[in-house]
């Protein structure tokens, strides 16, 4: 992630252009329209920066990198999933590194999930013990 940090003006500017869903003091989140046609775009042998100033976004303001990693991205979703994978906002989604929600679980649910824990962590044991036998023999 960037460590650009976007002004209010600067947001109200990016918020004028019509490829711009969202923007905040951090992030952009650009129109499933516009990743379609940056796609293609590049496909035809455009260079993303190009794209880019094309669709009339101002590349000091976003960053000279940025385009070419965003379409780079965009290339990798449409060809994994095609056109509807560049449908919507995916960040942090199919993250596996938030822990559970405890408050928000029952008490067997939070039974089944410690339970299912120790079984991993036997498992992981006794799996480094064989290992280790295996390295003294």
């Known amino acids: 992630m960037s460590k650009r940090l976007f002004t209010r003006e600067q947001i109200e500017s990016l918020l004028k252009n019509k490829y711009v869903v969202r923007a905040s003091e951090k992030s952009i989140t650009y129109h499933a329209n516009f990743k379609l ?36 991205d965009w290339r990798r979703v449409f060809d994994a999933k095609g056109p509807a994978g ?15 929600n405890f408050s928000a679980m029952s008490e067997k649910e939070k039974l089944k999930y410690l339970e299912a824990q120790v ?12 290992l280790r036998k295996q390295r003294l023999n």
């Open 119 to 130: 079984e991993y962590l036997k498992a992981e044991n006794a799996f480094l013990a064989k």
């Open 37 to 72: 046609f940056a796609v293609k775009r590049r496909r035809e042998g455009l260079p993303p920066s190009a794209i880019f100033q094309e669709a009339g976004f101002n590349l000091a303001l976003i960053g000279k990198e940025t385009p070419k990693s965003l379409v780079t």
């Open 86 to 100: 560049l449908e919507g906002d995916n960040r942090g989604r199919h993250s596996k590194g938030r822990p559970p």
